[in-house]
């Protein structure tokens, strides 16, 4: 069960190009309200940031968000569903299609998607509190913001500390392949 085959190019390319996209957008967006109000940007009551005081730049930017993290949290029921078919497949004690094209996903892995996954709806929450009018103490408070900055902190943790993901970015060496002859009554090791 390859998941990129049911998955249309143009689908991938859209899930690789939106978030930097919406990034680039995002950036676009408080540069030229910054430079145009430069009176506009001030630092917040918590003193962390600073932040536009202008209400449709900053709305413009949590709608943005509440979409995206939508759209991720739909993703992440599809992901979650797939991995507790294949989960419930292991337990079963059948040799499920992932097993025989070697595509097993162990419980680390499901561990590290599952708490990953629960990261989009703490930004949704966050956001949701900073658009919806009357939630001035969200957007100023220092928790929401100590919050927002260890996100990407917690992502990284889950994912970037992981041997696949050191081995990918180049910091982590593969070990060496062993492969095994046999030889009539003994085993050799080569390298």
Known sequence: MNPAEHIPKKWM????????????????????????????????LSGMYCHISSQI???????????????????????????????????RAVRPL???????ISLDSIVRVVIFAFLPTIALVVSCSQYFPGSQEAKTSAKTNIVVATLPVAAFLIFGSQKDMLRAW???????????????VSDEVTE
């Open 57 to 91: 730049p900053n709305r413009i930017t949590s709608g943005l968000t509440i979409i995206c993290v939508i759209g991720v949290l739909i993703m992440d029921v599809l992901i979650i569903r797939v991995l507790k078919k294949m989960w419930k497949e292991h337990q």
């Open 13 to 44: 390319i859209l899930l690789h190009i939106f978030p930097i996209l919406t990034s680039v957008v995002t950036l676009l967006e408080v540069i030229i309200v910054g430079l145009t109000d430069r009176k506009s940007v001030v630092a917040d």
């Open 170 to 184: 180049g910091l982590c060496r593969r070990p060496k392949e062993i492969h095994w002859q046999r030889k009539g």
């Open 98 to 104: 992932s097993l025989e094209t070697e595509e097993h």
